[in-house]
């Protein structure tokens, strides 16, 4: 079987499959049998692609992916009748509709080659179609840290800073609550632990406090 013959056979038993296609004959409908003509001829092992068009042509653009750059052409879609087959072009449809409503007669499935003189530059091979770029999946956002408990921080916390102002003679006052403060800051903000931000919080407040370390 010569190669036309394999291109119309592909292009018949792909209408076969689908007539309601060609019988509709949208320009979706059209690119629907060029896309299956080019699987079928890609399982028999012939390097069948999508023929590039760029701005101004008749063709069809895909939801994503268009435009793109093929070589030195920004293709904007794909021929809705023709393809490239072993670098041979074929037009796949007769009475071809290149709108978006049914054209009211049908088409037809064909296989007929373009001559290479009417080959142009600015219609190049594309397989597969292009894809959009993928949109990336922000990474999940941390667990939030368990609460310790309102024990902790008396037992941990409060006491101690109580029991320390009592050692130097003073009583709380407003400006105790920067140990507080301090300690969750570094937990929360700079990741220390809870009781490592403990400690040093003691450690500085019994320094201004006067006190020896602990």
Request: aromatic share 6%; proline share 14%.
């Amino acid at each position: 079987m010569t190669l036309p013959q394999q291109v119309l056979a592909a292009s018949r038993q792909a209408d076969r499959e689908t007539p309601a296609r060609l019988q509709t004959n949208r320009v979706s409908d059209c690119v629907a049998h060029v896309t299956r003509v080019i699987t079928l001829l890609r399982e028999q092992g012939l390097p069948a692609s999508f023929m590039g068009k760029t701005s101004g042509e008749a063709q069809y653009t895909p939801p994503q992916g268009f435009p793109v750059t093929i070589g030195p052409h920004r293709c904007t879609g794909v021929s809705h009748d023709a393809i490239w087959v072993a670098e041979r072009q074929f037009d796949l449809i007769g009475q071809a509709n290149d709108g978006p409503e049914p054209l009211g007669i049908p088409a037809l499935p064909v296989a007929n080659e373009i001559p290479a003189a009417h080959h142009r530059p600015n219609n190049p091979p594309i397989y597969p179609l292009p894809q959009a770029a993928p949109v990336p999946v922000p990474p999940p956002a941390p667990a939030p840290k368990p609460y310790p408990g309102d024990v902790f921080f008396v037992e941990q916390l409060g006491g101690p800073l109580a029991a320390d102002y009592a050692q130097a003679g003073q009583t709380l006052n407003a400006g105790a609550i920067t140990w507080v403060a301090r300690t969750l800051w570094r937990h929360i903000a700079e990741g220390m632990s809870l009781d490592a931000s403990v400690a040093q919080s003691r450690k500085e407040w019994r320094a201004a406090l006067g006190l020896p370390p602990q």
